[in-house]
Nanobody, 131 residues
C-alpha cells in the first residue's frame, strides 16, 4: 500500500497557471502508472493525464492537450501536473491516483470513470479558475 498526498491547488484567474504535486510514499516500486484525475461538482471523476514511472510515457485527455503537462521525479517519488492557460471549466478537485499493477501502462486511464487499475488515491486538492 502507498500513500499519496497532493498539493498546489488554489484560486487562479482564467489564463493563469498552477503546478500540482503528488508525493507517493510507502512501497512504491511496483506502482508504475500514476495519474491525475479531476471531479467537478455533480460530475464523475475523469482522467486528466497519466505517466508511467518506468519509461516516462504519458497520456492526456483531449481537453488538456497543449495546456497541461505531466512529469515525474522518480528520486523524489513525486508526480507533477503543470497547468497553463487555465479555463473556468478546469475547476474541480484534482486527485492523484496510482496503480499497484506493475505491468499497467496507463491504458484507458482517460476513461470515465477511472479504470479499477487505480487502487490508491490522494485526498484531492481544489483548483478554482475564475473568469
Amino acid at each position: 500500500q502507498v500513500q499519496l498526498v497532493e498539493s498546489g491547488g488554489g484560486l487562479v484567474q482564467s489564463g493563469g497557471s498552477l503546478r500540482l504535486s503528488c508525493v507517493v510514499s510507502g512501497f512504491t516500486l511496483d506502482y508504475n502508472a500514476r495519474a491525475w484525475f479531476r471531479q467537478a461538482p455533480g460530475k464523475e471523476r475523469e482522467g486528466v493525464a497519466c505517466i508511467n514511472r518506468a519509461d516516462g510515457s504519458t497520456d492526456y485527455a483531449e481537453f488538456v492537450k497543449g495546456r497541461f503537462t505531466i512529469s515525474r521525479d522518480n528520486a523524489k517519488n513525486t508526480v507533477y501536473l503543470h497547468m497553463n492557460n487555465l479555463k473556468p471549466e478546469d475547476t474541480g478537485v484534482y486527485y492523484c491516483g496510482a496503480s499497484s499493477e506493475p505491468m499497467y501502462y496507463c491504458e484507458g486511464a482517460m476513461g470515465v470513470p477511472p479504470p479499477p487499475d487505480f487502487d490508491s488515491w490522494g485526498q484531492g486538492t481544489q483548483v478554482t479558475v475564475s473568469s
